[in-house]
């Protein structure tokens, strides 16, 4: 969590399997380019379950920020329940925006647009 004191965090929840997630990848990808110098980072959490699957997509859209598949996290559950706590969530993707003191200031179910973001 240290690596993101005084960032702007994106923690957007999705899976390649996933038609509207898949949409707003390259809006996600432009945010990250514009802004990662100005303190913004993204992380996605994806819920996919076959460790090719979810390489090749990151490798072939050219995602330039982390993006942590289900299958190596230790207790998604336990991450979805963290995020879900205050703002329950019911569908992929999700976005949760999250300040730079470690408020969520904005959730977005469903595809977001770079504008809506920004």
Not at 19 to 46: H, M, N, R, W
Not at 89 to 96: A, D, G, V
Request: aromatic share 10%; charged share 25%; net charge negative.
């Amino acid at each position: 969590a240290s690596d993101y004191d005084n960032k702007v965090l994106l923690v957007n929840f999705w899976s390649t399997s996933c038609p509207p997630c898949v949409e707003e990848i390259p809006d996600l990808i432009s945010l990250q380019k514009k802004y990662k110098a100005k303190g913004l980072e993204i992380v996605g959490f994806a819920q996919d379950h076959d460790p090719e699957v979810h390489g090749r997509f990151i490798k072939e859209h050219g995602v330039n920020y982390p993006s942590i598949p289900f299958f190596l996290v230790p207790e998604p559950t336990a991450v979805v329940q963290k995020f879900s706590a205050a703002n329950p969530f019911r569908s992929l993707p999700t976005t949760f925006v999250i300040d730079r003191k470690g408020n969520i200031v904005h959730v977005q179910e469903g595809p977001a647009t770079e504008k809506e973001l920004e």
